[in-house]
């Protein structure tokens, strides 16, 4: 009964015992940003508390990597498969309870007040957006112009007025509401061609910093190709 009482008392000290982690505003915008887009938290079993993790495609490889080394303070690891993950925390709990409700990911007034730095926008947009070059004609003429999409449709029409709200305030951005097929039906889209200049230009000095990454922001390239064919 003793041996078992001690294993019990260790078990408590252990789960309670948490690093002291301090979230930085960069290190916050970037998980934020990410669980916008792909990032995902979860509460597995036993554990009291929700972590981070993030499955994507090979192509998304060095972008994981960049995120790892970003948030390297908060001991950010890569599985071997690729994956990326963060150990399970208090810290992350609280963000489970604001960005989750009945195990749905949710957009809410108070997690988007905790994008409020443009490293979390490219985030989202790395994660979930590109940018498109489409055209349309009249008479003998083209017409070529760039249009950004952050694919949203998880999200119900509410949720992505709210999130289409939010980026206007803080980064004075306009997207636009679109209809789509699937999922909630609605996604958010920039259409006009300085709004999509501004939009590239924000998001810029953090989605050059990944190689991989910087097609997305290739505007003038996307247009001499697109121009060719």
């Known amino acids: 009964k003793i041996y078992k009482k001690m294993q019990k008392h260790r078990k408590l000290q252990a789960e309670n015992n948490y ?43 060095e972008y994981r990597q960049w995120k790892v080394q970003m948030l390297r ?33 949710v957009i809410s007034k108070e997690g ?11 985030c989202l947009f790395m994660d979930d957006g590109s940018l498109v070059i489409n055209s349309y004609k009249s008479g003998n003429n083209i017409t070529l112009y760039p249009q950004i999409f952050l694919y949203s449709q998880s999200f ?42 501004n939009f590239i230009n924000i998001v810029k000095p953090y989605v050059e910093k990944i190689p991989s990454m910087k097609y997305k922001i290739d505007i003038d390239n996307k247009l001499i190709e697109a121009k060719n064919r």
Request: net charge positive; glycine share 6%; aromatic share 10%.
């Open 156 to 197: 119900t029409k509410e949720e992505n007025i709210l999130l289409k709200d939010h980026i206007k305030e803080i980064f004075n951005i306009e997207f636009s509401l679109s209809r789509r097929k699937d999922g909630s039906n609605y996604i958010l889209t920039i259409n006009k061609r300085n709004e999509v200049y």
């Open 112 to 122: 988007l007040k905790l994008l409020d730095h443009p490293i979390g926008l490219a």
């Open 19 to 61: 690093k002291n982690y301090k979230m930085t505003n960069i290190e916050r915008n970037i998980i934020v940003g990410s669980l916008l887009g792909d990032g995902t938290l979860s509460i597995y079993g036993s554990s009291k508390n929700a972590h981070y993790r993030e499955n994507t495609g090979r192509e998304q490889k």
């Open 73 to 105: 303070n908060l001991d950010f690891k890569t599985k071997k498969d690729g994956s990326i993950y963060s150990p399970s925390h208090p810290i992350y709990t609280e963000l489970y309870n604001i960005f989750y409700s009945n195990n749905r990911k």
